[in-house]
């Protein structure tokens, strides 16, 4: 027996079955879209804390799984053994945004398509997805919700805080209120008129009124 006969049935021919030339478009093509990927996601982050690391990971996740899949899709023992040991990975970084889900799963997916071969669909796919999700976040940052919060002394500064901040914005919603013996908390949803915030300096110089704070928020409340 020789060298050649022990690593003749699977060795060396699975050497003489890789394709470079293959390899590479793919790699490439996986490059391009995972770039692609990466300035959709940074357009479309609207967030508190933007975070490269996760951008970068988008790009680095479309490369990985095209490697992958190029591997396992010519060898179905190596595919057998590449799922019992990506079975025990756990992934424990947090989703900071629901989105993020999203462009997750989409990263994954345009490794997928592009290692089984599928270029034209993951190019396809990539332009409407990302076409998809900035109109969708061009549109949510136009209608931008903020939250606002004062405190008032008396009832009588309630209603007059009521009063002009109906006056000087687009829509606004009671969220909560509380009463004490330090005075009224009140909470409400407002959506700004021209991204206008000079109703809040007015707001604070109506007599009874001690605090008032207006932030940004992505439009879930938890009461």
Known sequence: MTFNDVFKSSFL??????????????????????????????????GVMYSTGFAMTLVGLSLVTTLVIMAVTSNVVLSLGMVGAL??????????????????????????????????????????????LILFANRRIHDNPYILIFNCRDEKAEESAIHLTGSGVERFVVKSKTVNGAGIEVTAEVRLKDAGTSFVNRLNDIEGVNEVTLVSYNGEYMS
């Open 13 to 46: 021919e699975g050497v003489t079955e890789f394709s470079a030339v293959d390899t590479l478009i793919g790699m490439l093509f996986a490059l391009v879209i995972g770039l692609f990927i990466f300035v959709v996601y940074k357009k479309t982050f609207n």
């Open 87 to 132: 079975s025990i990975v756990r992934f424990r970084a947090a989703i900071k945004e629901p989105v993020e889900i999203v462009y997750l799963f989409w990263a994954i997916a345009v490794g997928i398509v592009i290692g089984a071969g599928m270029i034209p669909l993951a190019v396809i796919g990539s332009v409407i997805i990302g076409v998809i």
